[in-house]
């Protein structure tokens, strides 16, 4: 059967249904297909809203077992139940599955089931047999987990963030190869559910993104909680038996790590396969990523890219800016997605979140700074809260005094981290932000406090 669109949309993650949304919204007649049956991506099934499912109610936990008794709550009896756990999780996502099943609806955008494989430069054939013929297209099919040659994924000892994501029950020993933000997030999941978490990181410190300030400060509070780090190190040799042996080269010589699972989380790569670009000539890079120009055109230029299948940060919110953006593109009109003021954030505890320039960043581009920084320690709601661990940090402009960049390192730093953003957008000075009243006891006074420090004027430092 053949079917006729103006805009085809492969992929309905975050950056592929939000365009479908945004381009329908335009008054385009859109057709998006996904090859999983449930709409929503990685993001929805497998990635942020699954670890942060599972990232929320072993905190609650953690925090209940740790911190409850010497606030009073009677604790005695408190324990897991894994599955329901995982049921939670599962009820979670097909709520927002329905979600956008209603949204599309909505919105009168065709969902087909089906992976799609180019036929020609306006066709594409989906694995159902269907084809479909389209006035342009938005490619929007992702990444996928890189594997280590030696450790193929089996996903159920040998775990990508998916395998990890739906374990039958918590691992005794787990092993973490990679201690990005997969790694850290999902590490404290099972760190808070008891399990031994042992990191083999290839530099010399975790989640590398990040403000030095904030990496070294996330690994101790991490340490402090029971994880264990070796930086610098490399994984020579695995050997999987009973269970799994890795020969790791760390600076004081070779060691030997035996876990019951190992978790494999060292970057992401974007997805294609299957695709067909090389039927029609898409061009991508060495690393597989689809080469677009600054409106999201491939070399086709009626076919576009966005997401995880292009250069950027693979985040799910970057991907829906695309979305809109490239669906405005297409209807005509002149957005523009302000990559310099993308937040990013690893939801562990302390979370931490990060908009701009780090400092090493600023060094590099030779520019003069100043930094202001507050901890929640002489935050009166966090010590309300019992979460004082952390700190904000405002790097400035020396002269200007505009503000480059924002690191915050705390509980709910994921919510805080707006302010930070809404400030960069407008180019407002760290004079400015700290001028804004901010409500008493919250969290956000220590931005304003950070701000205040800049030009050394704290009040409660
Ligand atoms: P995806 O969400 O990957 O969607 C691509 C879709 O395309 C998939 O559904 C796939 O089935 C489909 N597809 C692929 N090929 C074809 C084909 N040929 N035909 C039809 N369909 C096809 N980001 C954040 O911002 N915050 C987070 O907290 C966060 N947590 C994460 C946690 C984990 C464990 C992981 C793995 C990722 C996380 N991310 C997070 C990253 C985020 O999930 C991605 O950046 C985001 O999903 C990318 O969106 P996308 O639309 O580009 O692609
Ligand atoms: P990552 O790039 O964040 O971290 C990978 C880590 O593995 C790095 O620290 C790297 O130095 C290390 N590494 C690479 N090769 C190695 C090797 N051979 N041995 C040991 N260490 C090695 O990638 P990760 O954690 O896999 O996540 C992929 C992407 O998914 C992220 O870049 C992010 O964009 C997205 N994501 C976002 C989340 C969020 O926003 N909260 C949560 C989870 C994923």
Same mark, same amino acid.
């Given at each position: 059967?053949?079917?006729?669109?103006?805009?085809?949309?492969?992929?309905?993650?975050?950056?592929?249904?939000?365009?479908?949304?945004?381009?329908?919204?335009?008054? =385009?007649?859109?057709?998006? /297909?996904?090859?999983?049956?449930?709409?929503?991506?990685?993001?929805?099934?497998?990635?942020?809203?699954?670890?942060?499912?599972?990232?929320?109610?072993?905190?609650?936990?953690? =925090?209940?077992?740790?911190?409850?008794?010497?606030?009073?709550?009677?604790?005695? +009896?408190? $324990?897991?139940?894994?599955? !329901?756990?995982?049921?939670?999780?599962? =009820?979670?996502?097909?709520?927002?599955?329905? %979600?956008? *099943?209603?949204?599309?609806?909505?919105?009168?955008?065709?969902?087909?089931?089906?992976?799609? &494989?180019?036929?020609?430069?306006? @066709?594409?054939?989906?694995?159902?047999?269907?084809?479909?013929?389209?006035?342009?297209?938005?490619?929007?099919?992702?990444?996928?987990?890189?594997?280590?040659?030696?450790?193929?994924?089996?996903?159920?000892?040998?775990?990508? $963030?998916?395998?990890?994501?739906?374990?039958?029950?918590?691992?005794?020993?787990?092993?973490?190869?990679?201690?990005?933000?997969?790694?850290?997030?999902?590490?404290?999941?099972? &760190?808070?559910?008891? &399990?031994?978490?042992?990191?083999?990181?290839?530099?010399?410190?975790?989640?590398?993104?990040?403000?030095?300030?904030?990496?070294?400060?996330?690994?101790?509070?991490?340490?402090?909680?029971?994880?264990?780090?070796?930086?610098?190190?490399?994984?020579?040799?695995?050997?999987?038996?009973?269970?799994?042996?890795?020969? /790791? @080269?760390?600076?004081?010589?070779?060691?030997?790590?035996? %876990?019951?699972?190992?978790?494999?989380?060292?970057?992401?790569?974007?997805?294609?396969?299957?695709?067909?670009?090389?039927? /029609?000539?898409?061009?991508?890079?060495?690393?597989?990523?689809?080469?677009?120009?600054? !409106?999201?055109?491939?070399?086709?230029?009626?076919?576009?890219?966005? +997401?995880?299948?292009?250069?950027?940060?693979?985040?799910?919110?970057?991907?829906?800016?695309?979305?809109?953006?490239?669906?405005?593109?297409?209807?005509?009109?002149?957005?523009?997605?302000?990559?310099?003021?993308?937040? !990013?954030?690893?939801?562990?505890?302390?979370? /931490?979140?990060?908009?701009?320039?780090? @400092?090493?960043?600023?060094?590099?581009?030779?520019?003069?700074?100043?930094?202001?920084?507050?901890?929640? =320690?002489?935050?009166?709601?966090?010590?309300?809260?019992?979460?004082?661990?952390?700190?904000?940090?405002?790097?400035?402009?020396?002269?200007?005094?505009?503000?480059?960049?924002?690191?915050?390192?705390?509980?709910?730093?994921?919510?805080?981290?707006? @302010? +930070?953003?809404?400030?960069?957008?407008?180019?407002?000075?760290?004079?400015?932000? *700290?001028?804004?009243?901010?409500?008493?006891?919250?969290?956000?006074?220590?931005?304003?406090?950070?701000?205040?420090?800049?030009? %050394?004027?704290?009040?409660?430092?």
């Amino acid at each position: 059967m053949n079917k006729n669109c103006d805009v085809l949309v492969i992929g309905s993650g975050p950056g592929g249904y939000v365009a479908a949304i945004r381009a329908a919204q335009l008054g =385009k007649n859109v057709l998006c /297909v996904d090859k999983r049956k449930e709409l929503g991506g990685t993001c929805l099934n497998i990635g942020c809203i699954p670890s942060k499912t599972l990232l929320h109610t072993t905190e609650s936990y953690w =925090k209940l077992l740790h911190h409850g008794q010497e606030r009073g709550l009677e604790t005695t +009896g408190l $324990s897991v139940n894994f599955s !329901q756990m995982m049921t939670n999780k599962r =009820k979670v996502i097909s709520g927002f599955n329905a %979600g956008i *099943a209603g949204l599309f609806k909505k919105n009168k955008i065709t969902h087909l089931c089906g992976q799609a &494989s180019f036929r020609g430069t306006h @066709e594409v054939q989906l694995s159902t047999g269907e084809t479909i013929t389209f006035k342009e297209a938005i490619l929007a099919t992702g990444s996928e987990p890189i594997a280590l040659p030696f450790l193929p994924f089996d996903e159920k000892r040998i775990l990508s $963030s998916t395998g990890a994501l739906s374990l039958e029950a918590p691992p005794q020993k787990l092993l973490v190869i990679g201690a990005g933000v997969i790694g850290v997030e999902l590490g404290s999941v099972y &760190s808070r559910l008891g &399990s031994e978490v042992l990191f083999i990181e290839f530099l010399d410190c975790i989640c590398p993104a990040l403000d030095h300030s904030l990496s070294k400060a996330l690994q101790e509070s991490l340490t402090r909680q029971g994880m264990q780090f070796y930086l610098s190190s490399k994984v020579i040799e695995a050997t999987v038996q009973d269970s799994i042996t890795l020969q /790791v @080269e760390t600076p004081s010589g070779l060691q030997t790590f035996t %876990g019951d699972a190992v978790l494999v989380a060292i970057g992401r790569k974007p997805y294609t396969a299957g695709l067909g670009l090389d039927t /029609v000539g898409i061009a991508t890079n060495p690393k597989g990523m689809v080469l677009v120009d600054r !409106q999201f055109r491939t070399n086709l230029s009626h076919i576009f890219a966005i +997401g995880d299948l292009i250069d950027g940060p693979m985040l799910a919110h970057k991907a829906s800016e695309e979305g809109v953006a490239v669906a405005e593109i297409i209807a005509g009109k002149k957005p523009l997605v302000d990559y310099s003021t993308i937040p !990013q954030v690893a939801y562990t505890y302390p979370e /931490v979140a990060a908009v701009g320039f780090t @400092e090493k960043e600023t060094q590099a581009l030779c520019l003069t700074i100043k930094t202001g920084v507050f901890p929640f =320690k002489a935050n009166s709601r966090a010590k309300c809260n019992d979460e004082d661990d952390g700190f904000v940090k405002i790097i400035a402009d020396a002269a200007s005094d505009e503000i480059l960049g924002v690191h915050i390192i705390g509980a709910h730093a994921s919510e805080l981290i707006g @302010e +930070g953003v809404v400030a960069m957008q407008n180019r407002m000075t760290s004079q400015g932000l *700290a001028e804004t009243s901010h409500a008493h006891p919250t969290l956000s006074e220590a931005i304003k406090e950070a701000a205040l420090a800049v030009n %050394g004027r704290a009040i409660h430092k």
